[in-house]
């Protein structure tokens, strides 16, 4: 079966950057659309960026401007790089496909603070 392995969050200061992957083990199809979400404590899982090609891309308006979906399928692996960091941004980030997920990862802690 499908499983996903998020990586690359940690602590990082307003206004730093990170770059989380997600690794898809299984089957890889090109044509599926993969996502980010983020979930912060009390709060709802929030779809924030999905692609399905490089010129198929679509993002949250929290992150709209900062945030770049990408994906190498070669790899099965897809990126979320994230500049101009906010303490709103603290959450734990997943990746999943939609609209039908596979089984959710363990997502990655990302943390802005000072």
């Known amino acids: 079966q499908v499983h996903l392995v998020e990586s690359g969050g940690g602590l990082v200061r307003p206004g730093g950057s990170l770059r989380l992957s997600c690794a898809v083990s299984?089957?890889?199809?090109?044509?599926?659309?993969m996502a980010w979400f983020r979930q912060a404590p009390g709060k709802q899982r929030e779809l924030i960026a999905s692609?399905?090609?490089?010129?198929?891309?679509n993002y949250a308006d929290s992150v709209k401007g900062r945030f770049t979906i990408s994906r190498d399928n070669a790899k099965k692996t897809v990126y979320l790089q994230m500049d101009s960091l906010k303490p709103e941004d603290t959450a734990v980030y997943f990746c999943?496909?939609?609209?039908?997920?596979?089984?959710w990862g363990q997502g990655t802690q990302v943390t802005v603070s000072s």
């Open positions: 999943n496909r939609v609209p039908q997920p596979f089984p």
């Open positions: 692609i399905f090609s490089e010129d198929g891309t």
């Open positions: 299984g089957s890889w199809f090109r044509q599926n659309v």
